[in-house]
């Protein structure tokens, strides 16, 4: 069982920069893979970034590629993401999940845990 809460989120301009946080409640943070995943109104839920448990292995959405970046730190059980470069098209809901399968996949479905989500609005 792990417990999800993120938060960083905020109103930037076009071209600004936010960072996310996600705080994870766990014993056993090293044993999840982590990823942030995006929900605009009236859209699906979309992959945006993974990190493997060591956090040696990254992934993200081809849309954010080159202006995200994610990280974790396991000593205090913390999953960040670095936006730079914002576009309107980033505004949505942010969510962290967490998969205890060190397999790597993009679909929400297959991650058990989530957090409450933090709003991101990019105003052109």
């Known amino acids: 069982q792990v417990q999800l809460v993120e938060s960083g989120g905020g109103l930037v301009h076009s071209g600004g920069s936010l960072t996310l946080s996600c705080a994870a409640t766990?014993?056993?943070?090293?044993?999840?893979?982590m990823a942030w995943f995006r929900q605009a109104p009236g859209k699906e839920r979309d992959f945006v970034a993974g990190?493997?448990?060591?956090?040696?292995?990254?992934y993200y959405a081809d849309s954010v590629k080159g202006r995200f970046t994610v990280s974790r730190d396991n000593a205090k059980n913390t999953v960040t993401l670095q936006m730079n470069s914002l576009k309107p098209e980033d505004t949505a809901v942010y969510y962290c999940?967490?998969?205890?399968?060190?397999?790597?996949?993009?679909?929400?479905?297959?991650?058990?845990?989530w957090g409450q989500g933090t709003q991101v609005t990019v105003s052109s």
């Open positions: 990190i493997s448990w060591s956090g040696g292995r990254t």
């Open positions: 999940a967490a998969r205890p399968i060190v397999v790597h996949t993009t679909t929400p479905r297959e991650y058990p845990y």
């Open positions: 766990t014993r056993t943070f090293t044993t999840y893979a």
